[in-house]
């Protein structure tokens, strides 16, 4: 399933309880350009082909990491590029953002996601695995 962009929208603006369009689609492009960068291959393309076109274009034209941030840092990395965010309110926006892209996501795939990224990324897409 290919999310529409207001339907993609919509669920982060509830997730992340965003009082504007504007605020979710702010939490959206950062977190999935901090994203981006952490995916390769196959499994970046793949997700991009379930997103909307707009946040697709996001994802495959990351910003560039250096090295795979932890789930802290990431979230770090998201409150510094958000204007007025702290880390408390950027793992809210990480989280409202991530819940929404494993939705769009079947298990297969976001497993694979999960395979990229360093340990505790699952409590991210609140997608608890079992250790």
Not at 11 to 23: P, S
Not at 76 to 92: D, H, Q
């Amino acid at each position: 399933m290919v999310w529409r962009r207001e339907a993609f929208l919509d669920q982060v603006r509830e997730r992340g309880e965003y009082a504007t369009a504007e605020e979710a689609e702010r939490a959206a492009r950062v977190v999935l350009a901090l994203l981006g960068a952490h995916l390769n291959g196959d499994v970046r393309a793949h997700l991009a082909a379930r997103l909307p076109e707009a946040y697709a274009l996001i994802l495959l034209n990351p910003l560039q990491s250096a090295e795979p941030l932890t789930p802290q840092r990431f979230v770090r990395a998201t409150s510094a590029w958000i204007e007025g965010a702290t880390e408390a309110t950027a793992t809210w926006d990480v989280s409202a953002v991530l819940s929404t892209v494993a939705d769009a996501a079947d298990e297969d795939l976001l497993s694979q996601i999960l395979l990229q990224l360093p340990a505790g990324y699952d409590l991210l897409f609140g997608r608890p695995q079992p250790t």
